[in-house]
Nanobody, 123 residues
């Protein structure tokens, strides 16, 4: 089992920045990590992913200019830097781990999920 704990969410004004963290523990071997977000009343959507072994990153087209995913392998932690926040970025942000798949934007390919961290962006 892999346990994922997100942190770093909160209330921020539009135009500001946040860095979300996702700490992995337990049997931490996984192929890749991803961030998803779920705005109020909407489906969960892929935001960004990163391969543990290569560090290759991949993004949803809608966020690639403002979101940056990174990893610290020594700390088993993945980060999501979000710049130029917009009110429509308001959502619960989830971290997920995929045991076998890398490069996927499908939630079905991720095996473990964190509890989520709330991000609220005020206009």
């Amino acid at each position: 089992q892999v346990q994922l704990v997100e942190s770093g969410g909160g209330l921020v004004q539009a135009g500001g920045s946040l860095r979300l963290s996702c700490a992995a523990s337990g049997r931490t071997f996984s192929s890749s990590m991803g961030w998803f977000f779920q705005p109020p009343g909407k489906e969960r959507e892929f935001v960004a992913g990163i391969s543990w072994s290569t560090g290759r990153t991949y993004y949803a087209d809608s966020v690639k200019d403002r979101f940056t995913i990174s990893r610290d392998s020594a700390k088993n932690t993945v980060y999501q830097q979000i710049n130029s926040l917009k009110p429509e970025d308001t959502a619960v942000y989830y971290c997920a781990a995929a045991r076998l798949v890398s490069g996927s934007s499908s939630a079905e390919d991720y095996d473990y999920w964190g509890q989520g961290t709330q991000v609220n962006v005020s206009s």
